[in-house]
């Protein structure tokens, strides 16, 4: 990939108001300030490109009001063809080392989380970045948009975001009460974040239970949340979560289709039966 097509990625981005700005092969910032000094400004663009740092790969300093997903199989990440991505998939960049980036629209003013499950974080706007296609690293593997080659000086426009979908705001953004905790084991009855509710073991176990939900098929929405309750309470049960944690099984599980008096009726005997078999490491 020669550096006059990184140039014209980098412009063609900037037209999508997407700020970009240049790293270098070891991902590392090239400017003073990282990615707090991307711009969409053409001119400042092409002077970094072509005199200040005509190797370099781009990244985009992601803007308030798009969302990252970044999936690592290296540290156990799913396929992104396990989840439900509704109507439309999202656009989709495979980096070299075999992971993938998803990109969405969200509301800008929404706290989100850094982490939405095993191997897959979440980067917001005004807190990161990340490569953008056709950055390569040393041995030449290149970052590449998935599916039909995007030529980035006409078909620029073929970067379409998506709405960032309902089951994933309801594991990374703080919930309204949709399930009654009053148990001997809640704290409080406020919910709180998922990454705010155990320990490093609990809070792991949490978000498999959470990914494995949120993978069920039609016919086996109600039998999987019975037995991500079950654990839920043994985990609970065994100090190693606290209850307000069903606050977000809830409502991933309402996301699914079931019915609110349904996910209360099947998470309360299931989580009630997995108290009495205390879980811990």
Not at 76 to 82: C, K, M, Q, Y
Not at 126 to 134: D, H, R
Not at 165 to 187: C, D, K, M, Y
Not at 250 to 256: D, G, P, Y
């Amino acid at each position: 990939m020669t550096e006059s097509a990184i140039l014209t990625a980098a412009l063609a981005y900037a037209r999508l108001e997407w700020p970009v700005f240049p790293v270098g092969l070891d991902k590392a910032p090239l400017t003073k300030h990282g990615f707090q000094d991307a711009t969409t400004h053409a001119g400042l663009i092409e002077e970094w490109w072509t005199k200040r740092y005509p190797d370099a790969n781009v990244a985009l300093g992601i803007p308030q009001g798009l969302v990252v997903l970044d999936f690592d199989p290296r540290n156990g990440a799913p396929e992104p063809e396990a989840f439900k991505w509704g109507d439309h998939y999202p656009v989709r960049a495979e980096t070299p080392s075999g992971g993938t980036h998803l990109y969405f629209k969200v509301d800008p003013e929404l706290e989100l989380r850094g982490k939405l499950m095993q191997g897959i974080d979440v980067k917001a706007g005004g807190k990161g970045y990340v490569l953008l296609p056709p950055s390569r690293r040393e041995d030449g593997k290149e970052y590449t948009w998935y599916g039909a080659q995007v030529d980035m000086e006409d078909r620029a426009e073929d970067l379409y975001l998506t709405d960032l979908p309902e089951w994933v705001l309801s594991v990374i953004t703080r919930p309204e009460a949709t399930f009654e905790v009053s148990g001997e084991h809640s704290e409080t009855a406020t919910p709180t974040f998922p990454w705010e509710v155990g320990t490093p073991y609990g809070e792991y176990g949490l978000q498999q239970q959470i990914g494995f939900l949120s993978m069920a098929q039609n016919g086996e929405r109600n039998q999987r949340l019975n037995r991500v309750g079950f654990r839920i309470g043994q985990l609970v049960a065994g100090g190693e979560l606290k209850e307000e944690a069903l606050f977000h099984v809830a409502r991933v599980a309402e996301w699914l289709g079931l019915e609110k008096e349904e996910v209360g009726q099947t998470l309360r005997s299931s989580y009630d039966a997995g108290t009495a078999k205390p879980w811990k490491r």
